[in-house]
């Protein structure tokens, strides 16, 4: 937006600390005149002779009063200069850091010294803003670099598959196709994928009032059938946990969640638990499963997008590497907190913190 010029703060400032300081010192020499003349009468003999009065104090005070008020206005307008430019200095250096961000650069920092003031305080939150900024940006350049790869592959698969039929014209048609409809599946569920987490980033979502007890039970339900024919168990157990957030994505989540616990696990004789409860202000939904020991190095990486992790992933349904980066995504769409920690005995528990809803009047 195209604005008019003005003055500069540091000018505002400047004559506003003058304006002050000559007004003060008027008051100060009319205080002074009020009560000089209070005890100075209009005339004033003695003797026969005539003494200083009233008029000889006018031509004697009032010449000294305007230099007095001029040396003021003078002392106001280079003192606020000064002044002016000193407080606003940390300002200055806030500016000249807006502006290597604007111009693409966030790894500068202003780094304030001195005791915490406002100006201290503005300069943090700049500095924390500018290092949450430049992770973000480096985080969805990663993301982007992993996503071109990951969708090139089904690409290039089916390009492959296309050109060996094309130059084998005894080719089993039947087998092409069943390799063809896998790949396809698979890049349909990465593009799917892909698409939740971008509406979750978003937050384009309508919030209403969810029971996390009533997604665990609905995603185990749907699951079950997995777990089954992999000879594992799951239990599920909780009191009514209630937030608020979109149904249909925190339904994705605990999906997700069960999903990576069951796939993850033993290969038989597994158990997955799914527990819902309030603790103090939050609904907590954990997911805990059996599994391969997994070591402290590896456990932070598992929520970075199609980061699969080589000791938990398994041949046969590995997924498309984004569960846990879209379980991580809903939760913080929902202004909720996310932490993985290894089990003792091997395998994962996932914990997840969100804002616990508001009891209805009727409960």
Same mark, same amino acid.
């Given at each position: 937006?195209?604005?008019?010029?003005?003055?500069?703060?540091?000018?505002?400032?400047?004559?506003?600390?003058?304006?002050?300081?000559?007004?003060?010192?008027?008051?100060?020499?009319?205080?002074?005149?009020?009560?000089?003349?209070?005890?100075?009468?209009?005339?004033?003999?003695?003797?026969?002779?005539?003494?200083?009065?009233?008029?000889?104090?006018?031509?004697?005070?009032?010449?000294?009063?305007?230099?007095?008020?001029?040396?003021?206005?003078?002392?106001?307008?280079?003192?606020?200069?000064?002044?002016?430019?000193?407080?606003?200095?940390?300002?200055?250096?806030?500016?000249?850091?807006?502006?290597?961000?604007?111009?693409?650069?966030?790894?500068?920092?202003?780094?304030?010294?001195?005791?915490?003031?406002?100006?201290?305080?503005?300069?943090?939150?700049?500095?924390?803003?500018?290092?949450?900024?430049?992770?973000?940006?480096?985080?969805?350049?990663?993301?982007?670099?992993?996503? *071109?790869?990951?969708?090139? +592959?089904?690409?290039?698969?089916? $390009?492959?598959?296309? @050109?060996? !039929? %094309?130059? =084998?014209?005894?080719?089993?048609?039947r087998e092409l196709v069943e390799r063809l409809h896998f790949v396809?599946?698979?890049?349909?569920?990465?593009?799917?994928?892909?698409?939740?987490?971008?509406?979750?980033?978003?937050?384009?979502?309508?919030?209403?009032?969810?029971?996390?007890?009533?997604?665990?039970?609905?995603?185990?339900?749907?699951?079950?059938?997995?777990?089954?024919?992999?000879?594992?168990?799951?239990?599920?157990?909780?009191?009514?946990?209630?937030?608020?957030?979109?149904?249909?994505?925190?339904?994705?989540?605990?999906?997700?969640?069960?999903?990576?616990?069951?796939?993850?696990?033993?290969?038989?004789?597994?158990?997955?638990?799914?527990?819902?409860?309030?603790?103090?202000?939050?609904?907590?939904?954990?997911?805990?499963?059996?599994?391969?020991?997994?070591? *402290?190095?590896?456990?932070? +990486?598992?929520?970075?997008?199609? $980061?699969?992790?080589? @000791?938990? !992933? %398994?041949? =046969?349904?590995?997924?498309?590497?984004?569960?846990?980066?879209?379980?991580?995504?809903?939760?913080?769409?929902?202004?909720?907190?996310?932490?993985?920690?290894?089990?003792?005995?091997?395998?994962?528990?996932?914990?997840?913190?969100?804002?616990?809803?508001?009891?209805?009047?009727?409960?």
């Amino acid at each position: 937006m195209d604005r008019s010029p003005g003055l500069s703060v540091r000018l505002k400032l400047t004559l506003s600390y003058a304006a002050f300081l000559t007004v003060a010192g008027g008051m100060l020499l009319a205080v002074v005149w009020v009560f000089l003349l209070r005890y100075v009468p209009d005339v004033i003999i003695t003797d026969g002779q005539p003494v200083p009065n009233r008029s000889d104090l006018v031509r004697a005070f009032a010449p000294k009063a305007a230099w007095a008020m001029a040396f003021l206005l003078l002392v106001g307008l280079v003192g606020g200069w000064l002044l002016a430019g000193r407080m606003l200095a940390p300002l200055s250096r806030l500016t000249h850091a807006t502006r290597l961000a604007a111009e693409g650069s966030l790894s500068h920092r202003i780094r304030l010294e001195g005791r915490t003031d406002e100006f201290r305080e503005l300069a943090d939150s700049f500095d924390t803003m500018l290092a949450r900024l430049e992770a973000q940006v480096a985080e969805q350049q990663r993301f982007a670099a992993n996503a *071109s790869h990951e969708l090139r +592959t089904p690409l290039a698969i089916t $390009q492959t598959l296309l @050109e060996v !039929a %094309r130059n =084998d014209p005894d080719h089993d048609d039947r087998e092409l196709v069943e390799r063809l409809h896998f790949v396809n599946a698979r890049a349909i569920d990465l593009t799917e994928a892909l698409l939740l987490l971008s509406r979750a980033d978003r937050r384009s979502f309508t919030r209403e009032r969810v029971d996390l007890s009533l997604l665990a039970e609905e995603a185990t339900e749907t699951l079950l059938s997995l777990a089954e024919e992999r000879g594992l168990i799951i239990k599920v157990s909780g009191e009514t946990t209630s937030t608020i957030g979109s149904h249909a994505l925190l339904l994705q989540m605990t999906v997700n969640l069960v999903h990576n616990a069951i796939v993850h696990n033993l290969s038989d004789q597994g158990t997955v638990w799914v527990t819902t409860a309030v603790d103090h202000r939050s609904a907590v939904l954990t997911v805990e499963n059996t599994g391969q020991q997994l070591t *402290s190095q590896v456990v932070p +990486t598992l929520t970075e997008p199609f $980061q699969r992790g080589t @000791e938990r !992933a %398994r041949s =046969d349904h590995a997924g498309v590497g984004l569960g846990l980066a879209i379980v991580k995504s809903i939760t913080q769409a929902h202004d909720g907190s996310l932490s993985l920690a290894p089990r003792a005995g091997g395998g994962l528990t996932v914990t997840v913190r969100l804002p616990v809803a508001r009891p209805q009047p009727d409960e």
